[in-house]
């Protein structure tokens, strides 16, 4: 079975941090363009990160750059996302995704992504 699983998530302080992880089964993470999206309550499921199958070089939102990192580790085939600094707005559910093509993570198009897991809730709430 062709399935993502993402963990980490929690309730966490203003400034504070998170470590999410998706790991893959079923298939080769590092085969694939991995990307995180979230989305919150009554809004848009939007990209966070992607990190590249070819180079593993990383993609921001502008949201994300300077506080959040996202790293694979290919022997676990897992692909992580640390989250540092983390602000109110940063609540929302996080999904990792693969992208088949290599092209719609960086155009921040979830409808090109695939194999979504069912995500892991952020909460950032002092």
């Known amino acids: 079975q062709l399935q993502l699983v993402e963990s980490g998530g929690g309730l966490v302080q203003p400034g504070g941090s998170l470590r999410l992880s998706c790991v893959a089964s079923?298939?080769?993470?590092?085969?694939?363009?991995t990307g995180w999206f979230r989305q919150a309550p009554g809004k848009e499921r939007e990209v966070v990160s992607c990190?590249?199958?070819?180079?593993?070089?990383?993609y921001y939102a502008d949201s994300a750059k300077g506080r959040f990192a996202i790293s694979r580790d290919n022997a676990k085939n897992t692909v992580y996302l640390q989250m540092n600094n983390l602000k109110p707005e940063d609540t929302a559910v996080y999904y990792c995704?693969?992208?088949?093509?290599?092209?719609?993570?960086?155009?921040?198009?979830?409808?090109?992504?695939?194999?979504w897991g069912k995500g892991t809730l952020v909460t950032v709430s002092s």
């Open positions: 079923g298939f080769t993470l590092d085969h694939y363009t």
């Open positions: 995704a693969v992208d088949p093509y290599g092209s719609s993570c960086y155009i921040g198009e979830p409808n090109g992504m695939d194999y």
């Open positions: 990190i590249s199958r070819s180079d593993g070089s990383a």
